[in-house]
């Protein structure tokens, strides 16, 4: 088991651009959330999935963002026509059953230029 | 509403000079308050989960305790591997997301 995995690490893109972030959980973790983390803060709350279906959105998720976990595996999260306002760390988490606890990956951390 | 407020906002320390972070909370019920580590670029690593009012829980040189307000985060005779931001979140009973407080920047000079 090698923990929560997120891929790119890092991702620069251009203003206006779409951008998609993939996030593989521990495996057999029916929980997967979604944070966004700016620089000096804590990570502030996205979405979260149980299993496939999507249980919850933060207000703070626009019409721009939308996440998917099909199958219940690993999970995707897109921002089209990205601002500069988007430039954070993206952070995958992930936990098992009645089990509180959310294991992070090392993040995806998005430059919007 | 839930709301998570940690001090102080950073923390100098010398090696060998123990101290406490704090972390105050207001919650409707609380299924769960954590301690995260969060080094430079990465993301917060695990590190403690309390339950309950008077709850303690060790380890190495960290040892967090619980009350019905806040927690505390004491440190013993850091190193200067223990350099990091400590990150505070609780869980409402009510929901199954995390709120996080701003962390705590903690620097310990050799």
């Known amino acids: 088991d090698t923990g929560v995995s997120q891929d790119p690490r890092h991702k620069i893109t251009k203003r206006g651009q779409n951008v998609t972030f993939r996030c593989d959980p521990i495996?057999?973790?029916?929980?997967l959330y979604w944070y966004r983390q700016t620089l000096g803060q804590g990570p502030e709350f996205l979405t979260y999935?149980?299993?496939?279906?999507?249980?919850?959105k933060s207000r703070l998720l626009s019409d721009r963002f939308s996440a998917e976990r099909p199958k219940g595996s690993f999970s995707t999260l897109e921002i089209q026509r990205t601002e500069q306002g988007d430039s954070a760390m993206y952070l995958c988490?992930?936990?098992?059953?009645?089990?509180?606890?959310?294991?992070f990956g090392p993040g995806t951390r998005l430059t919007v230029l | 509403e839930d709301q998570v407020t940690q001090s102080p906002e950073a923390l100098r320390l010398q090696e060998g000079e123990s101290s406490s972070l704090n972390c105050s909370y207001t919650?409707?019920?609380?299924?769960?308050l954590f301690w995260y580590r969060q080094d430079p670029g990465k993301g917060p690593e695990f590190l403690f989960t309390?339950?309950?009012a008077g709850e303690e829980k060790e380890k190495e040189r960290l040892k967090a305790t619980l009350t019905k307000k806040e927690s505390f985060l004491h440190i013993t005779a850091p190193k200067p591997e223990d350099s990091a931001t400590y990150l505070c979140?609780?869980?409402?009973?009510?929901?199954?997301?995390?709120?996080f407080g701003s962390g705590t920047r903690l620097s310990i000079r050799p």
């Open positions: 988490a992930s936990s098992e059953g009645a089990n509180i606890e959310q294991f």
């Open positions: 495996s057999e973790h029916n929980r």
């Open positions: 999935f149980q299993n496939e279906a999507q249980l919850e």
């Open positions: 919650v409707s019920g609380l299924r769960g």
């Open positions: 309390l339950y309950s």
């Open positions: 979140a609780v869980e409402d009973s009510s929901a199954s997301k995390i709120i």
